[in-house]
C-alpha cells in the first residue's frame, strides 16, 4: 500500500455530464500528478501540481482542471465528457518541487471512470 | 503521446525462468523508471535508475541503462506466478518530474 488514495473506485456517467475524482496524497508529499490510462495502453500524464498551484500540464484540453487543497489532496474535474474519456484515472503523490526529477511517485489505485 | 517503446508486447514463461523486458525512449532524460501493474489497478515503482548510471539491482530485478542507444531493459530473475503483471518503463527528462511511460509488457509466469 503507498498510503495514496482515490475515490470513487468506479463510475459512470453518460456523454456531456461532468465528473470529480478525488485523490488524497501520501502523509507529507506536497505534490499530486493526475495520469490517464486508456485501455491496453500506458498511462499519460495530465497535470501535476505543486503546493496548490498547476506544475505542468500535458496535452489535455481544458475541459480537465484541477485543484490542490492546502492539505495537499487534489481534485480532476473533467466537463463536457466524450466517450473517449472513458479509462482508469490515476493520481501518484510525491515530495517534489524544484528538485523533484528523481523522485519517485507513489501511486493510488486509481477510478475506472466510463462514459456511455 | 508516449516516450517509447516496450518490447516484447507480450511475454509469457514458466516460473523459475528469467524474464527480459526491453524499453527504448525517444528525448534525453533524468531518471529511466520501471513500474508493475496488476489488473488495471495502480501501479507500483519498482527501480529508478538515473541516467549517469549504468546499472542497478534491487532484489530478482537487474535494470541497464544505455543512454547512447535510448534504450533500458529490466530482467527479473527466477520468475514467480506472483510477477504475472504488466511492466511499464516511464522516462523523466527536462526539468520537471512528469512521467511519461511506454506501452507497456504484458509478463505472464506460468505455474
Known amino acids: 500500500e503507498t498510503g495514496v488514495t482515490q475515490s470513487p473506485t468506479h463510475l459512470i456517467k453518460t456523454r456531456g455530464q461532468q465528473v470529480t475524482l478525488r485523490c488524497s496524497s501520501q502523509?507529507?508529499?506536497?505534490?499530486v500528478s493526475w495520469y490517464q490510462q486508456a485501455l491496453g495502453q500506458g498511462p499519460q500524464f495530465i497535470f501535476q501540481?505543486?503546493?496548490?498551484?498547476?506544475?505542468g500540464r500535458g496535452n489535455f484540453p481544458p475541459r480537465f482542471s484541477g485543484l490542490q487543497f492546502p492539505n495537499y489532496s487534489s481534485e480532476l474535474n473533467v466537463n463536457a465528457l466524450e466517450l473517449d474519456d472513458s479509462a482508469l484515472y490515476l493520481c501518484?503523490?510525491?515530495?517534489?518541487?524544484?528538485?523533484?526529477?528523481?523522485?519517485?511517485?507513489?501511486f493510488g489505485p486509481g477510478t475506472r471512470l466510463t462514459v456511455l | 503521446s508516449q516516450q517509447g517503446e516496450e518490447d516484447p508486447q507480450a511475454l509469457s514463461i514458466q516460473e523459475g525462468e528469467n524474464a527480459t523486458m526491453n524499453c527504448s525512449y525517444k528525448?534525453?532524460?533524468?531518471?529511466l523508471q520501471w513500474y508493475r501493474q496488476n489488473s488495471g489497478r495502480g501501479l507500483v515503482h519498482l527501480i529508478l535508475?538515473?541516467?549517469?548510471?549504468r546499472e542497478k539491482h534491487s532484489g530478482r530485478l537487474r535494470v541497464t541503462l544505455d543512454t547512447s542507444k535510448k534504450s533500458s531493459s529490466l530482467l527479473i530473475t527466477a520468475s514467480r506466478a506472483a510477477d504475472t503483471a504488466s511492466y511499464f518503463c516511464?522516462?523523466?527528462?527536462?526539468?520537471?518530474?512528469?512521467?511519461?511511460f511506454g506501452e507497456g509488457t504484458q509478463l505472464t509466469v506460468n505455474p
Open positions: 501518484a503523490s510525491s515530495l517534489g518541487g524544484t528538485s523533484g526529477n528523481t523522485d519517485t511517485q507513489y
Open positions: 501540481y505543486y503546493r496548490e498551484e498547476e506544475n
Open positions: 528525448t534525453s532524460i533524468n531518471n
Open positions: 502523509s507529507g508529499h506536497n505534490t
Open positions: 516511464a522516462t523523466v527528462g527536462g526539468g520537471g518530474s512528469r512521467l511519461t
Open positions: 535508475i538515473r541516467s549517469n548510471e
